[in-house]
């Protein structure tokens, strides 16, 4: 009995021993990093997250387990701790910190160059402001760095390269200015480079060629000027690049055809400069996405054997100069399935077969002639502004009133029918505006390559464009929110918003100068200190092929403010009976604000009146007062055919009542002649 109680007390004794060790042993944050994330969160506005700061001490719970920091949603603000040192008691420092789309306003921090041992920095989706400072470089150790969706302003900071173990550093979305600095050319272990939409400017430094590690650049809405540098054709791990809505000159890089492992490739807007060729891409059999959009491209399809591009998903090589027929084995390909060919010189007619997935196709705005495949009717194919002609088989598989917008057979042209139109763009119902116009529905599902045309037919619009990134891109946006500086609210509800290229065309208008009238109103960037508000959405006006504004923000020009009317009017000519209003855009603005995708012109509604007395009257109160004309003249008719009548009929008894006497007045002087009866004939 005393032996078994001895046994139970040693084992106690080595119990309360081993709680004491590991007591010994627990671990503790560093006090200068605890200071300084204690600081950090307080200017943010920020608080520690129950799962972690237990008893006060940040390193912690899920700050110290398996918890990642990266992929959990629900993990943030956060902190992660590593390098833990010591003798009985570990000290750990923070070596990643998560403060990630929670509104955080105010500028950068000082006391973050406290935090050292930082490998991770996420401070993407806030509303941080001011200068990026210098002391960021002072973060040596730092890897990955993500600054994207701020309002952060002024220069970017030389000292960034210090930075030389960072892997991903991303700033895009931001209002900084100047040239980037030839220091992040000392970024040798760089893999990523975000920097789209981030506000700076000048050629890109030469420096940059030592980024031979890089795999994935997105460089768009910036203000880069020269050339696309030739040493980007020796960043041979490089699999994305974007270079869209800059001010680069051309031609695009010969050199860029040894990126054999470019998967995507997005370059646009390229307005000066020589002109390139196609050649460059034979050799970039891996891609699945290519835009070379609006880049001077002055070739023939057949110059790049597409058959070899067994990948490829998405061709976008609009608005250049190609030339040629549209070759077979580029529609053929298995795996294409948006294809946009529109705004070129494209001639012939189209290939007679296409490939399984090939569902969207953009032809538009060439010279192609022919007759309409029979495909067509299982595809989405727009073939606005071309040289074919309507007849049985082509309006069986085409849109109501496609020929009225094509290049030889235009509606109407001599012979107008209406003088105005308005539409409602977006919406499913008439609206009556306070202008005293009648706003028409504009409800169509357009997709990335489509059109439609009333059955008046007195307007048409067409849509070109796939929204990129995006899970399920809207054409048509809707708001009930109240709208300011209008007294028709309910004409901005709805918008139509395109990624690319968006037409309204007026049909069999009379000719004579027009004021058109474009009506805008911004609401998915809400006002105030939010990552939200920071997105920006810019194109290009044309009216009659003029373009009227050229990197038109919509709530830039409504004073900062959303869901705020814009009004925009012009007056110009219609000569051939025929209007069309264009909303292109040209790569600028935010990209991923507040979603993935999200860019490109919207335009709540339109309208377009004459500035002279028209002779014809609108179409549908042409068509109402032909109807009450027929009315009239058909109960006039009536009228008059009944008065004849009953003359007539008046006239005729009159003379047999006369012709009765005279005859009564003859039998009474010679006798009745003998009469027989229907009876004396039966036997």
Not at 167 to 174: A, D, E, G, K
Not at 358 to 372: E, T
Not at 553 to 559: S, T, V, W
Not at 598 to 627: C, D, E, M, Q, W
Request: charged letters at 15%; one cysteine or more.
């Amino acid at each position: 009995m005393r032996g078994s109680q001895l046994r139970h007390g040693a084992a106690l004794s080595l119990l309360l021993l081993a709680t004491v060790a590991h007591a010994q042993r627990l671990t503790r944050t560093d006090p200068g990093d605890a200071a300084a994330l204690n600081a950090v969160f307080a200017k943010l506005g920020q608080k520690a997250g129950t799962s972690w700061n237990i008893s006060g001490d940040p390193c912690t719970g899920a700050a110290t387990d398996n918890t990642d920091i990266d992929s959990d949603p629900n993990f943030n603000p956060a902190i992660k701790c590593e390098v833990c040192t010591g003798g009985n008691t570990s000290v750990c420092r923070i070596t990643k910190l998560k403060i990630y789309a929670l509104d955080a306003v105010g500028p950068m921090p000082e006391e973050l160059r406290n935090l050292t041992a930082l490998t991770n920095l996420n401070l993407a989706q806030n509303y941080l402001t001011g200068p990026l400072p210098s002391f960021m470089g002072e973060l040596t150790n730092m890897q990955y760095m993500s600054l994207g969706i701020n309002a952060l302003s002024g220069p970017v900071p030389k000292e960034l390269g210090n930075l030389t173990n960072l892997i991903v550093l991303s700033f895009s979305s931001n209002n900084f200015s100047g040239p980037l600095p030839s220091e992040l050319g000392n970024l040798a272990k760089l893999e990523q480079l975000y920097i789209d939409s981030a506000g700076v400017s000048g050629p890109l430094p030469s420096s940059l060629s030592k980024l031979t590690k890089m795999k994935q650049l997105w460089a768009s809405d910036n203000d880069f000027t020269g050339q696309i540098p030739d040493y980007i054709g020796s960043w041979s791990s490089l699999t994305d690049l974007r270079f869209q809505g800059n001010s680069f000159q051309g031609p695009i890089p010969a050199t860029l055809s040894n990126l054999g492992l470019l998967a995507s490739l997005r370059i646009g807007d390229i307005l000066n400069g020589s002109s390139s060729s196609l050649t460059f891409l034979n050799n970039l059999t891996s891609l699945n996405t290519l835009i070379l959009r609006n880049c001077r491209i002055s070739d023939k399809l057949v110059s790049t054997d597409f058959s070899k591009f067994t990948s490829l998903n998405l061709l976008d090589l609009s608005f250049n100069n190609i030339t040629g027929e549209v070759p077979q084995t580029l529609l053929n390909l298995n795996s294409l399935t948006f294809l946009f060919l529109g705004n070129n010189s494209l001639s012939g007619s189209l290939p007679s077969s296409i490939g399984s997935l090939l569902k969207s196709l953009d032809f538009s705005y060439n010279q192609l002639s022919g007759s309409v495949p029979s495909w067509a009717k299982d595809s989405q194919l727009n073939l606005v502004t071309n040289n074919f002609v309507a007849d049985s088989s082509s309006n069986s598989v085409l849109p109501t009133g496609w020929g009225c917008l094509q290049r030889s057979t235009p509606c109407f042209l001599g012979s107008p029918k209406s003088s105005s139109f308005a539409v409602d763009c977006g919406s499913m119902r008439s609206v009556s505006g306070s202008d005293n116009s009648v706003y028409e529905p504009d409800d169509a599902s357009l997709g990335p390559a489509s059109f439609y045309v009333t059955g008046g037919p007195t307007w048409g619009v067409s849509n070109v464009g796939r929204f990129m990134d995006s899970r399920n891109g809207s054409y048509i946006i809707y708001s009930s929110h109240q709208f300011q500086n209008t007294l028709d609210t309910e004409l901005f509800r709805n918008a139509r918003m395109s990624p690319s290229s968006l037409r309204y065309f007026g049909i069999g208008l009379e000719n004579g100068n027009y004021t058109v009238t474009l009506q805008f109103a911004e609401f998915d960037f809400p006002g105030g200190q939010s990552w939200k508000s920071t997105g920006r959405r810019v194109f290009d006006i044309y009216v009659q092929g003029v373009r009227k504004e050229q990197n038109f923000d919509i709530r830039k020009e409504a004073g900062g403010k959303s869901y705020t009317a814009v009004r925009k009017q012009y007056i110009v000519p219609v000569t051939k009976n025929f209007l069309e209003i264009h909303l292109f855009w040209a790569g600028k603005g935010t990209c991923c604000i507040p979603s993935q995708g999200y860019y490109g012109p919207a335009i709540s509604a339109l309208s377009a009146t004459p500035n002279f007395t028209p002779t014809v009257r609108n179409a549908v109160a042409k068509k109402k007062g032909s109807k009450a004309g027929v009315i009239v003249g058909v109960i006039v008719g009536v009228a008059v055919l009944g008065l004849l009548a009953f003359a007539g009929i008046f006239v005729w008894r009159q003379k047999r009542r006369k012709l009765s006497l005279e005859q009564e007045e003859l039998y009474s002087i010679v006798g009745r002649p003998n009469v027989l009866s229907y009876r004396k004939f039966q036997f």
